[in-house]
């Protein structure tokens, strides 16, 4: 095991896929000392890349081995092989009762996470967090929820962690509250992507080759949401600033109205919150 010498905590990733990599990447480029980052990976493949992108990071094909003394622990892996991976660490983190659990596996609650560490002794510090894809890009937004045994340290230590990947980190007082997270932001992603490629897709019919549809499209929906995130104006106020009475914004939102978007995206938003509920 590699030895640590410094007061940044031990942070270890059990799963080194696609979101393990982009935290620990944000933490490696934000200086987090390599001799306190480790990871647990099952696939050789997968592993051997990180390595060598990571190579002074600690790396184990042993769950187990990367826990031991971790001050934080990340489960990384996929909702469906979670159960598996906690029963399997279950003695091991009983060893070590102050550690930060953090789980990002999608849909899988707390309470369920807790009945398979099945601690009797202790209350293990869990805390779950719900982030959107544009995290790989560093462009993440995440909704969070902490059990009640959870310091406002390491809350805190859990927002520097993940404001590596996400721009807007939100607190929710209640677990279910995760399920409208997911409604608005988990896989709000999809909602814009197809908005824009209808978009797009309009631009070229009427005149546009895809290639301008596009870019204009994409920097028309970025721009508006870093001028609603800059503005001291609300959505409505904006939205109105710019449709002039008989102008040609107006003459969409009209069409849009008409066809009732509220409402359609309204729709849309509620089952994706049931859905997610019904995982649950
Ligand atoms: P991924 O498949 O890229 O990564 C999971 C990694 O875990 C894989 O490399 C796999 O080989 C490894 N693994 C599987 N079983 C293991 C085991 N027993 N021990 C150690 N490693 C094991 O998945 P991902 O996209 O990084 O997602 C990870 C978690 O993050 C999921 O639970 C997902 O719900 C959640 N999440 C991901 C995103 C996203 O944008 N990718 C968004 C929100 C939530």
Known sequence: MVSTSNDAPVIA?????????????????????????RFSELVDERRNYMSEKYPNVFNSASNDQVVQGADIVIFAVKPQVLQTVVKGLASTLHKNPSALLISIAAGIETTDILKWLG?????????RIMPNTPALIGEGATGLFATSVVTPHQKELTERLFGSVCKVLSWVDSESKIDAVTGVSGSGPAYFFLMMEAIA???????????DAKALTLQTCLGAARM?????????????????????????????????????????????????????
């Open 201 to 211: 897709n309009a631009g070229v019919e009427a005149g546009l080759s895809l290639e």
């Open 13 to 37: 990733f059990i799963g080194a896929g696609n979101m393990a990599e982009a935290v620990l990447g944000g933490l490696y480029s934000n200086g987090h000392p390599e001799s306190n980052l």
């Open 119 to 127: 601690a009797k002794d202790y209350e293990p510090c869990l805390i």
């Open 228 to 280: 609603a995130q800059e503005s001291e104006d609300d959505l409505t106020t904006l939205r109105k600033k710019v449709t002039s009475p008989n102008g040609t914004t107006e003459a969409a939102i009209k069409s849009m109205q008409g066809a009732n978007i509220e409402n359609i995206l309204r729709d849309a938003v509620i089952a994706a919150t049931n859905r997610s509920k019904e995982l649950a």
